[in-house]
């Protein structure tokens, strides 16, 4: 039996905030003198009736992160980092608290809530009503009583700072500052300061949206392998400082004639660690009376490279970009110093790419200096051993999360620090770091709870003694629900791929969006959504996150995206909520293809409904960008706007006019407009349905004139990408059709000897257009592969998290939303429950016997009416299969027959004669002969005496 369900109405309007129709809504922020890194408490008490008795809840906004307490206890204690993130500019979102059983009527009461500002710090966000983040918007309803934020609040500046939310940062907890029982209705807060008030009309451009999708949660525990002494030299994160460094002892002059010596200088990033803020770079002659002759750049300068610019070599520059050297040298060659800002040329690769500007610059030597010794400060010496009491724990697997660590003892005001990471032999990362400080007993524990991070390796520093692995515990957090679907076969291999793929995925999808990576961007892409939403919705109940995360979308809509994206347009940035970053069409093609898969999942138009007018929108940009040839071309000359597929085996499509990129972003296009005419039929417009009709079709002529070869079936080249791009969007003529197919095939099998040489998008299209053409031989031919490039060798190299490139040398990240894209295939190829809502019957099952040597198989999935269900054997002389169609569904089912109806039998009843199945007759996928079946909902035991 099911648990007991609730609903209730939100609030539905800006006015409803306040306490009766004439009071004015408040939020309620820290004092100035709380610095926005403090998170600060807030309290209100206050005498409830005793009539008040009955259902009471609190409806609480925030501009940033809340924990909310009623009488000491939290309100929500299996749920963190509260609200999910949105677009704070625009949308603030509150959380709905049924606090009935907290409260004591005819008792003194108090509602505490913990804040912090969170993505409010987030360079993207930080404007507007992020500002003054954190703020809290909070009303309690209770039968005859009512409570809102006003100025009669108190705050005080809490114990923890964090600089959480975006990537990087981390807790810091001072238990020397603690207040016991700042929760509670007891707690004297007469020495609190009264909060400050803002009036929600202050803010007219922001709605407040119910957070009405799973909240982020500990899912499970990851339990620490070790705990060891650090006993050699450990190489943190270097820290880039702000002065120039000198380069290479190679290049050190020697004495007079005196010539110049290079010499080196960074940029860093801005707190929040974002690619949209970076900090000024200065250079300057070391000696007075040079000046600044000329100017080149390295790529040093993704954040956690552990080398100073003694190690660059030629072959790390990339000067040699035009645009990028003349900006710089017009503002520095001929001046003994020049400031450089890149956040105004961030589209130059040296700029946009590498997170960090890092330039060599020489000097020319100035009148007097000519026979001056050069002097230059010693190279630096080996790294400095750690001071006692570092101590390294390994977690059990790599996760995304929290750590706690318990039963630590040191002196009184000890501060211990810990250092987060996620490679081998590097101690920090992307500025992942915490720290804890002993209060008063000398005895304490750690544990985070506004930020988090990606976690493997956590580097303690100043703990006396070492703690015991029984003490130290891992959170994994993430914002899917329980998940409904499951996979399993008879190769290892296989299965472990799926659950891999769950575990890379729950740990991208924290806080309400889907992120490339958990520590270096954590922006939520489009592209990487892309790969993984149907995999997705396969295996979790996301339909209330995938409308959230669309709305996303929606509401950055026209934002610029930091690469030149132009305001105020139709253009949809890369990345939402986050709105930086760099993509292209197939980014941005987020807003149509999870509507599309999410409507099929579910059959409910309502996601088409709310983000059709920004599906209209952004093709009316891409269609003012089409020219006299029919085909879309860049706007702007930035890579990141216009990037075709992305980090392939034999690199990345980045440059921007190619015909490569053209042809991706064109076949984008034409895909998207194709599915935005069918949503057009299916919402009622027959006109718009008939006019994306057309210019999909125009557009597929204009491709093949430009990129296709009608007597090869070539587009562009022989490379797979260039022939599943064309054949995935529809855009290849049925007669040419064939040609392309075994371009394909030949490439795969042949060419590159059955290994994938695909990228991000590639990747996705290619197995999603071989699954719904029956081809699960080509798919199980480069999922069986274990040597490079394959996601077998992932798994042979000891990966349990996808990393963003095939080469995982070359990549910062082992946890990446790049290759998700087989996910998609297991339930619904191998296991064989296919879901789509705009055909008939929405169901369709099909063992995946065409799968290599595959020999069983079974699966899960939620489908239009409930969970549908799959399991496959197959012998030498037999084939099994067990199915459940859910109540009120109705499904085809394919089963393997050489001899049509013949030998094919249900709960062993020849099968015409079998109780709610109907022969539908005889049909061919992939070579074989298949028994077409419709089936009503039931459970059922088929067989047949087909065998491979």
């Known amino acids: 039996m099911s648990a007991p369900a609730m609903f209730s109405m939100g609030i539905l309007s800006p006015a409803d905030w306040g306490s009766d129709s004439d009071a004015a809504p408040l939020l309620v922020g820290p004092t100035a003198d709380i610095p926005k890194a403090t998170c600060p408490w807030f309290r209100k008490t206050f005498t409830l009736p ?36 949105s677009y704070l500019p625009k949308r603030v979102l509150y959380r709905t608290y049924n606090v009935s059983a907290l409260l004591n009527p005819g008792q003194p009461n108090v509602l505490a809530i913990w804040a912090a500002a969170g993505w409010g ?27 809102t934020t006003d100025a009669t609040w108190k705050v005080a500046p809490s114990n923890v700072i964090s600089t959480g939310g975006g990537p990087g940062g981390g807790d810091s907890l001072d238990d020397s500052k603690a207040v016991p029982d700042w929760n509670t209705a007891t707690f004297d807060d007469s020495k609190w300061a009264v909060a400050v008030t803002h009036p929600l009309s202050s803010y007219p451009n922001v709605t407040i949206s119910a957070d009405a999708m799973e909240p982020t949660r500990r899912e499970s525990v990851v339990p620490a392998a070790s705990v060891t002494m650090v006993a050699t030299p450990t190489s943190p994160e270097p820290v880039i400082p702000q002065e120039e460094w000198w380069g290479p002892s190679s290049l050190r002059p020697k004495p007079a004639p005196r010539v110049p010596a290079p010499f080196c200088g960074y940029s860093g990033l801005d707190p929040g660690g974002t690619t949209t803020n970076y900090e000024k770079l200065q250079l300057s002659c070391p000696t007075s009376g040079d000046s600044i002759a000329s100017i ?64 060599i610059a020489t000097c020319k030597i100035g009148p007097g200096n000519a026979t001056a010794i050069n002097t230059l400060p010693p190279p630096p010496g080996p790294p400095t051993p750690p001071p006692p009491g570092t101590w390294l724990v390994t977690m059990a697997e790599l996760y995304t999360g929290w750590f706690e660590v318990h039963n630590m003892t040191a002196p009184p005001g000890t501060t211990v620090k810990f250092q987060v990471s996620t490679t081998v032999g590097k101690t920090l990362e992307f500025g992942m770091q915490d720290s804890y400080t002993f209060g008063p007993s000398g005895r304490g524990s750690f544990r985070m709870r506004f930020a988090y991070h990606e976690i493997h390796f956590i580097t303690i520093t100043g703990l006396p003694t070492a703690p015991n692995p029984k003490d130290i515990v891992g ?38 969006m889907s992120v490339d990576c958990p520590h270096r961007e954590r922006r939520g892409y489009g592209g990487d959504g892309h790969t993984s939403y149907q995999f997705a919705l396969a295996n979790y109940p996301v339909g209330a996150f995938f409308n959230k995360w669309t709305r996303d979308f929606a509401d950055v809509q026209g934002v610029p995206g930091g690469f030149g994206t132009p305001a105020g347009t139709g253009l949809v940035p890369n990345t939402a909520p986050t709105v930086g970053g760099g993509g292209g069409p197939a980014w941005g093609a987020y807003v149509v293809n999870n509507p599309w898969q999410t409507y099929n999942t579910f059959g409910d138009t309502t996601i088409l409904e709310d983000m059709y007018p920004t599906m209209v929108k952004l093709l009316a940009f891409y269609a003012s960008h089409t020219q006299d040839d029919g085909l879309l071309h860049p706007w702007d000359s930035s890579q990141w706007d216009f990037l075709g597929d992305w980090i392939t085996p ?93 371009n394909l095939a030949h490439q795969i099998t042949v060419v590159n000897t059955g290994h994938l040489d695909t990228g991000l998008t590639g990747t996705y299209f290619m197995t999603k257009l071989l699954m719904e053409a029956g081809r699960n031989d080509l798919i199980f ?7 490079f490039p394959s996601y077998g060798h992932f798994l042979a190299l000891g990966y349990t998290t996808w990393p963003e490139q095939w080469d995982v040398a070359n990549g910062q990240s082992l946890m990446h939303g790049c290759y998700n894209a087989i996910g998609l295939w297991f339930v619904e190829g191998v296991a064989g429950i296919r879901v789509h809502a705009s055909e008939y019957p929405s169901l369709t099952i099909r063992a995946g ?66 109780v709610g199945v109907t022969v539908l007759g005889v049909t061919t996928v992939n070579k074989l002969n298949y028994l077409a079946l419709q089936v009503l909902a039931g459970t059922y035991s088929f067989a047949s005496t087909w065998s491979r």
């Open 50 to 85: 005793p009539t008040a008795t009955g259902t009471a809840l609190v409806y609480l906004a925030s501009v940033g992160f809340q924990e909310l307490y009623v009488n000491g206890a939290p309100a929500a204690p299996d749920s963190v980092l509260l609200p999910s993130v």
């Open 849 to 914: 016997v065409d799968a290599g040597d595959i020999t069983w198989a079974r699966g899960q999935r939620l489908a239009l009416h409930g969970m549908a269900f799959s399991s496959w054997t197959l012998s030498s002389h037999r084939f099994s299969h067990n199915i459940t169609v859910p109540a009120g569904g109705v499904a085809k089912v394919l089963i393997p027959s050489a001899n049509g109806a013949t030998g094919v039998t249900e709960g062993g009843v020849a099968v015409g004669s079998a």
């Open 296 to 359: 080149d750049f390295a790529v040093w300068g993704v954040p956690d490279v552990s080398e100073s610019c003694s190690s660059w070599t030629a072959g790390d520059k990339c000067g040699s970009v035009p645009a990028t050297t003349k900006w710089v040298e017009s503002e520095c060659v001929g001046k003994p110093t020049c400031t450089l800002d890149p956040i105004h040329h961030q589209g130059d690769p040296c700029v946009g790419k590498f997170k960090k500007l890092a330039v």
């Open 781 to 787: 031919t480069y999922a069986n592969k274990t040597d």
């Open 475 to 512: 959170y994994r957090l993430t914002s899917l629900g329980d998940r409904v679907g499951d996979f399993e076969c008879s190769s290892e291999l296989i299965s472990t791929m799926y659950s891999t793929t769950v575990n890379n995925y729950r740990g991208l999808t924290t806080g309400g």
């Open 121 to 147: 710090t987030y360079p993207d966000m930080d404007h507007g009503i992020a500002t003054n983040a954190p703020l809290i918007l909070a009303k309690l309803v209770a039968p005859g009583f009512t409570l």
């Open 650 to 742: 034999h690199g990345s499509e980045s440059k921007v006019n190619s015909p490569e990129n053209l042809l991706f972003n064109n076949c984008i296009l034409h895909y998207i407009t194709t599915l935005v005419s069918r949503i057009s039929g299916i919402l009622g417009d027959s006109t718009a349905e008939a006019k994306y009709a057309a210019d999909a079709a125009a557009r597929a002529v204009a491709i093949n004139k430009a990129f296709g070869n009608a007597s090869t079936g070539v587009f562009v080249d022989m490379l797979q990408t260039h022939a599943v791009m064309p054949l995935a969007t529809g855009v290849v003529p049925p007669e040419v059709a064939p040609k392309t197919w075994s």
